[in-house]
């Protein structure tokens, strides 16, 4: 794809509310489209109203149409124009919406009845798209299984402010931190995390324990329980550990996840210690963590508790790591994938002229 050609982008409408402005910080795919823009002088459209509605006129004249995870009737009809107008169609979702649990927050839209219809959409919209794109080798599969064509899998990464944070001034004692969406609260449920921290706590008393987002109902007064932070203060908070936890239970929803909560962590220096499951296989100490068996969370977190030495050697290489992980540095998947769109989507109009 030569520099500049016009991107539409119809993103998520509750991220799109929060953030109309700032594109690079709405979803997945939207930051390396904006980083490509700047390198190459791409043009990026947000083709999504502020209230929720489409500009269709924004969408005429783009040569690929980005879409992150929607699959409802009015994204399927700017889909199916695009797909007719010769426009490349570029379909991005990281979630597998047909493994999530009874009790999470979204079981109501991808659970029972809803379920049914989601997977319909979604089957509509992977047969418009010329390039599907995942963060998992799971989800590319089974994307495959449903009908998709081209599918590519291209990992997450950190916003480039993210490694621009400033380490915090050393403090007294160690803490132990966890930042997770509330539907972890089935991990907590699952693997033996409060307990072990409990156990922590009382064994260690320069110890303390700090997660955002999940609660675990620790009740002592050297746990912080954070239910939000503002995405982009997000890094400043997690700078503040020193020693970052990702803890997944063997669930299928989780076995779709990307790796991209260790990245985090790294890229403000800070050393991780994740399940030996799923997206985070095949990391470890050159990352600067180590990973974990589901019985092993108490001996692994007070080593690292005990051994500052280890912590510090863990925390300079999970900070070379985090640093070559930025939306920016890791462009090139994306340019590939755009690249491919549009030579389907030009092969696709000419085929169909050529019928006519």
Same mark, same amino acid.
């Not at 009015?74 to 979702?93: C, F, M, P, S, Y």
């Not at 599907?132 to 950190?158: F, K």
């Not at 160690?174 to 156990?199: F, N, Y």
């Not at 050297?222 to 997690?238: G, K, M, Q, S, W």
């Given at each position: 794809?030569?520099? =500049? ?47 929720? =509605? ?31 107008? =010769?426009?490349? &169609? ?60 081209? &599918? ?136 600067? =963590? ?67």
């Amino acid at each position: 794809m030569q520099s =500049g050609h016009a991107v539409g982008i119809l993103g998520d409408e509750d991220r799109v509310r929060r953030q109309p402005a700032q594109p690079q910080r709405l979803v997945p795919g939207i930051g390396p489209l904006v980083a490509l823009a700047t390198a190459r002088r791409d043009e990026v459209r947000q083709v999504l109203r502020l209230g929720g =509605g489409f500009r269709a006129d924004l969408v005429s004249g783009c040569e690929v149409l980005h879409i992150h995870r929607d699959h409802d009737d009015q994204t399927l009809a700017v889909a199916k124009r695009a797909h007719a107008a =010769g426009i490349g &169609v570029i379909w991005d979702n990281d979630d597998d919406f047909e493994a999530v649990p009874r009790g999470n927050v979204a079981y109501r839209r991808y659970g029972g009845m809803s379920g049914e219809r989601a997977q319909r959409g979604v089957r509509r919209m992977l047969g418009l798209a010329d390039v599907v794109t995942t963060t998992s080798p799971r989800l590319a599969d089974r994307y495959r299984e449903l009908g998709a064509g081209e &599918v590519r899998v291209i990992e997450n990464h950190v916003r480039d402010e993210t490694v621009r944070v400033a380490a915090p001034p050393r403090r007294d004692g160690v803490t132990v931190g966890w930042v997770a969406g509330k539907e972890h609260h089935l991990d907590a449920e699952q693997l033996p995390i409060r307990s072990t921290l409990e156990r922590l706590l009382a064994a260690h008393p320069d110890l303390r324990v700090t997660t955002i987002g999940v609660g675990l109902g620790i009740a002592d007064a050297r746990y912080e329980h954070i239910r939000e932070v503002r995405f982009e203060e997000l890094p400043e908070r997690t700078a503040l550990f020193d020693v970052g936890i990702a803890p997944i239970a063997d669930l299928r929803l989780n076995l779709a996840r990307s790796n991209v909560k260790l990245k985090e962590y790294a890229a403000v220096g800070v050393p991780w210690l994740a399940s030996a499951r799923g997206p985070y296989l095949g990391l470890g100490e050159r990352q600067g =963590g180590r990973l974990v068996d589901d019985d092993g969370w108490h001996d692994a977190i007070a080593r690292l508790v005990d051994k500052q030495r280890e912590r510090r050697r863990l925390a300079k290489r999970a900070l070379k790591w985090g640093r070559t992980q930025t939306i920016s540095q890791n462009t090139a998947p994306w340019a590939d994938a755009l690249a491919v769109a549009v030579e389907r989507a030009r092969g696709r109009h000419v085929a169909l002229g050529g019928l006519a």
